[in-house]
C-alpha cells in the first residue's frame, strides 16, 4: 500500500496575472517539521509561489495540498498556515505580549491560558520579560523576534517566511539566521523561508529550492 503524502505538496502550479506567467508549473514538498528555503532573485515568483501556498494568490492551474488534502477553496484562516513577512507588521498600539498573543485572543484563548502560552513563546524567542514594552521601543532584531513568536503563537503547522530578515543590516541578520533556524526546529514548526540569499539559505535551510523566472530549476 502507497503510503499517505504527508506535510506539504505543490503540484503543478501556475499563477498568472493575465498574459504574464509568474509561476510556471512548479511541484515541490515540505515534509513537517522541515524547513525549506525558496531561494532566487528578484521577481523570479518566488514571493508569488509563497502567496499561492498561503491561499492569497489563485491557481491558475495546478494543486496545494496538505497531508494529501487538495487545499483548492480552503480560505487562508482555515489552512492553518502562518505568515511572517519582513517588515514583522506588529501593531504598534501594543504592547510585545498583546502582539504576541493577538491569533490566541482571536481563537478564543482567554486569561492565564493565553498568558502563559505568551510567556512560554516569548522564552522561546530570547525575549523572556519583554511582554510589557511597546513594541516602538524595540531594536529590528527584537520586533522580528516578536514576529516570529506571533506567528508561532496559533501552532501553524506550516510557516511561511517572505524575506523576515532583509529589513535588517548585515550583522544582524546573520547573528538571527542561526537563532531563527533553533527556534523553528524546537517549535516542531515546517517552514517555506523565501530569500534571495544563498547564504541566508544555506544556514536557516534543511533543503534549499532555486527558483529562476518562475520555474523550478533546482
Not at 528578484?42 to 488534502?69: H, I, M, N, Y
Not at 482555515?78 to 514583522?88: N, V
Not at 514594552?133 to 501552532?155: K, M, W, Y
Not at 546573520?174 to 515546517?190: D, F, M, S
Request: some cysteine; aromatic content about 4%.
Amino acid at each position: 500500500m502507497t503510503r499517505p503524502l504527508r506535510g506539504l505538496t505543490v503540484t503543478d502550479v501556475v499563477v498568472r496575472y493575465g498574459a504574464t506567467v509568474a509561476v510556471d508549473g512548479v511541484s515541490l514538498a515540505v515534509a513537517p517539521g522541515e524547513i525549506a528555503a525558496l531561494l532566487g532573485p528578484s521577481g523570479c515568483g518566488k514571493s508569488t509561489l509563497l502567496r499561492a501556498v498561503a491561499g492569497l494568490e489563485p491557481l491558475a492551474e495546478g494543486t496545494v495540498a496538505w497531508d494529501g488534502q487538495d487545499l483548492g477553496g480552503v480560505p487562508v484562516h482555515k489552512r492553518r498556515f502562518g505568515l511572517m513577512f519582513q517588515d514583522g507588521q506588529l501593531f504598534a498600539h501594543m504592547s510585545v505580549a498583546r502582539n504576541v498573543g493577538f491569533g490566541l485572543a482571536m481563537a478564543g484563548l482567554r486569561g492565564e491560558a493565553r498568558q502563559a502560552k505568551v510567556t512560554a513563546l516569548l522564552e522561546l524567542v530570547g525575549l523572556e520579560g519583554f511582554g510589557g514594552r511597546d513594541v516602538t521601543t524595540l531594536s529590528g532584531g527584537q520586533a522580528q523576534r516578536v514576529a516570529l513568536a506571533r506567528a508561532l503563537a496559533p501552532e501553524p503547522r506550516l510557516l511561511l517566511l517572505d524575506e523576515p530578515l532583509s529589513a535588517l543590516d548585515a550583522d544582524l541578520r546573520e547573528a538571527l539566521r542561526g537563532q531563527v533556524r533553533e527556534i523553528l526546529h524546537q517549535a516542531g514548526t515546517a517552514a517555506l523561508w523565501v530569500t534571495h540569499d544563498a547564504a541566508e539559505a544555506t544556514a536557516v535551510a534543511d533543503r534549499t529550492l532555486r527558483l529562476a523566472a518562475g520555474r523550478l530549476v533546482a
